[in-house]
């Protein structure tokens, strides 16, 4: 039984987001940049409109093909990047708009990828939660039960 799962940190941070994300996005490659991790940036690269899923789904490809750590996508509301993102059937995309929120998304329901609303968070939150994602581990246990039943198979 899969117990107490982290990332593994020496993979790149895939990160993607539309237009309303990007500045977010830039914020977020960041803060991570100045912590050490190494960012593969899958896009929108200006704050031009753009489709979402443009970029949720080569995110979520990279995490599911385990070439990046874990995914971060930002959007306006981020329940687009979302419902894109958790049409891979290896990914567990979690909307989070707190503290409390990200790090349940990975200790109860070992979320791979973090989305995040840039228009009902701040920079700071969302830099916050994207730590609480990283150093919160994957509790397994009944939760693991849980997970192994998302799959649709």
């Known amino acids: 039984m899969q117990q107490h799962?982290?990332?593994d940190t020496t993979l790149p941070v895939a990160i993607g987001s539309?237009?309303?994300?990007?500045?977010?996005?830039?914020?977020?490659?960041?803060y991570l940049e100045a912590k050490g991790l190494t960012i593969k940036d899958f896009g929108t690269h200006s704050k031009d409109s753009v489709d979402y899923p443009d970029y949720a789904h080569p995110?979520?490809?990279?995490v599911e093909r385990g070439q990046a750590a874990f995914?971060?996508?930002i959007c306006g509301s981020a329940n687009g990047v979302a419902i894109t993102a958790n049409k891979h059937q290896g990914i567990r995309a979690a909307i989070c708009w707190g503290e409390e929120l990200s790090r349940l998304a990975r200790s109860h329901n070992n979320a791979n990828v973090l989305c995040i609303p840039a228009r009902f968070v701040d920079v700071a939150v969302a830099n916050q939660m994207v730590d609480i994602f990283i150093d919160t581990p994957f509790e397994g246990g009944r939760h693991q039960n849980r997970v192994s039943k998302m799959a649709c198979l």
């Open 5 to 7: 799962t982290t990332f």
């Open 18 to 30: 539309d237009h309303a994300g990007f500045e977010y996005k830039e914020e977020v490659i960041s």
């Open 59 to 62: 995110v979520s490809t990279a």
């Open 71 to 73: 995914g971060i996508l």
